[in-house]
């Protein structure tokens, strides 16, 4: 399929003749005047409000989607542009030409440049548009009780809940910056109640599909008579038009002008961190005229400095809704502990913590820096409890271990930083060995401290960092803890 001007009017072809332009060398894709007498198809509209799809993505007719871009209803937009002579991506904003790659195409029948960037959302090249809706959005009629939740927030939680229903309404930027276990979600709601009463569409966007699959069901609950996308890689509600969508940052690349508020939450998070095109499709997913609010444990040194000299609007949280201050790590040297495990040893004081654990029935986390040292370490860690376990990114059995681990059958389990957020044990003990690794920044480990001492019932818990030597990264993360600690004291948040 390719595009013909004719008549300043762009037409989808099946068979290309000799006059015709491929759609890169237009400079202005031309937008017919909406027609109010034409009788738009419904399913189309909600297909395409606030959307940026591809052909293959509309399961309509080309004769349809034709007359109702003929009629000003749908919109084209260049899928691969140029600045100057520079190619980037108008969907995922990819600029670097390492990025782009040419291949024969049987739409056009011309050698093609396309993007790979975002390839996983369908092949984007320079004979294929973008597609967006042009007319008006679909009516959502709002039910009298929008939410059902009969929760209460803590002093801290209501102050940064009234600060995101205010940045919603008022179409602001804000960050609230509240410690692991803070109790973010329940801070939402009064903004997203807010926000849907002002019939304004909403997203939640998170870097992580657990925490998709963890937000949804409680989203559900909380607002049950609201229709709610959940979107992710496989997922069936990928064309549901819906006044609430929780989805990952990637599923954001279909997006266009769609939210009049996105809720950016873990911003902090890998992937959002180090992906420009995830940040490209942030903003782009987000009205011109729209609210952006910030939701994060462990804001990046930028954004923290921009906090404390005023150029950031911010809230924080800095105490847990039980009122008992974050566990401050313990710095414990180790010596090279590395060594020792290529002789199938391990420091004596990391084997006496361990064991403490097991004597005590206290459940722990021991994060490792990589997963060939996590993997030779187990063997050793099972000769004091058989039934210690180990899980990374790529274990096929994350899942079940995990809940193993929640269910109290697993006593210890040895992780790489995939569990460095997103889950919450009731009552754990955390470890960290060879904490002067790299890969263990300012925000991991506060995150990794973060999962200790979150229950109510259980709102103390050991940090340890087991060293080869400190870290910047290390000194950074236990002062931010005794920092909040210290706000949180200041403020009244923490009985003392």
């Not at 910030?294 to 911010?314: I, V």
């Not at 506060?446 to 400190?470: C, E, L, N, T, W």
Request: one cysteine or more; glycine letters at 6%.
């Amino acid at each position: 399929m390719r595009f013909r001007l004719i008549n300043g009017r762009l037409m989808l072809q099946k068979y290309f003749s000799e006059d015709s332009r491929r759609i890169s060398q237009i400079t202005a894709i031309p937008l017919p005047p909406l027609n109010p007498l034409f009788q738009f198809n419904p399913e189309l509209q909600r297909l395409l409000s606030g959307k940026q799809l591809l052909l293959d993505d509309l399961p309509y007719p080309l004769d349809e989607i034709q007359t109702h871009y003929e009629n000003g209803y749908i919109t084209f937009r260049k899928g691969i542009d140029y600045d100057g002579k520079k190619p980037f991506c108008a969907r995922c904003g990819n600029k670097d030409p390492q990025w782009f790659a040419t291949y024969p195409c049987a739409r056009c029948g011309e050698t093609c440049l396309y993007c790979r960037h975002c390839i996983m959302m369908g092949r984007i090249s320079e004979c294929t548009p973008l597609i967006g809706w042009n007319g008006p959005v679909p009516d959502i009629k709002m039910p009298t009780d929008i939410m059902n939740w009969q929760g209460t927030l803590s002093q801290g939680q209501l102050e940064a809940s009234k600060r995101v229903a205010d940045a919603i309404l008022q179409n602001k930027e804000w960050l609230i910056w509240a410690v692991c276990g803070a109790g973010k979600t329940e801070v939402l709601f009064a903004g997203i109640e807010a926000g849907l009463a002002a019939n304004k569409r909403l997203c939640i966007a998170t870097p992580r599909t657990d925490v998709v699959l963890e937000l949804t069901p409680r989203l559900k609950a909380a607002f049950p008579q609201i229709e709610i996308a959940s979107l992710y890689g496989g997922s069936k509600d990928r064309h549901l038009f819906a006044p609430l969508t929780i989805a990952t940052t990637h599923q954001l690349l279909r997006f266009y002008h769609a939210f009049d508020a996105i809720i950016l939450d873990e911003v902090d998070a890998f992937p959002y961190t180090v992906e420009e095109s995830l940040q490209h499709a942030a903003n782009q997913a987000r009205k011109p005229e729209s609210a952006m609010v910030y939701l994060t444990a462990t804001p990046n040194p930028k954004w923290q400095k921009e906090c404390l000299s005023g150029k950031r609007a911010f809230t924080t949280i800095p105490a847990r809704f039980h009122r008992h201050p974050l566990p401050v790590p313990e710095f414990a040297w180790c010596g090279n502990w590395q060594k020792q495990l290529q002789r199938n040893k391990l420091p004596p004081g990391i084997l006496q913590w361990v064991k403490e654990r097991i004597k005590n029935g206290k459940q722990a986390l021991i994060f490792f820096p990589h997963i060939p040292l996590m993997e030779k370490a187990l063997p050793i860690f099972r000769n004091l409890a058989s039934n210690i376990e180990a899980v990374h990114a790529e274990d096929p059995d994350r899942k079940e271990k995990v809940q193993k681990m929640r269910s109290r059958q697993i006593p210890l389990l040895l992780t790489t930083t995939i569990l460095e957020r997103g889950v919450t044990f009731p009552n754990i003990d955390v470890a960290v060995v060879g904490a002067e690794d790299t890969i263990f920044t300012e925000s991991a480990l506060v995150q990794i401290a973060g999962r200790a001492g979150r229950s109510k019932d259980h709102p103390d818990g050991v940090v340890i960092f087991f060293h080869y030597g400190k870290t910047e990264a290390m000194l950074k993360a236990r002062k931010q803890i005794m920092t909040m600690n210290r706000e949180g004291v200041k403020r009244g948040l923490i009985d003392v």
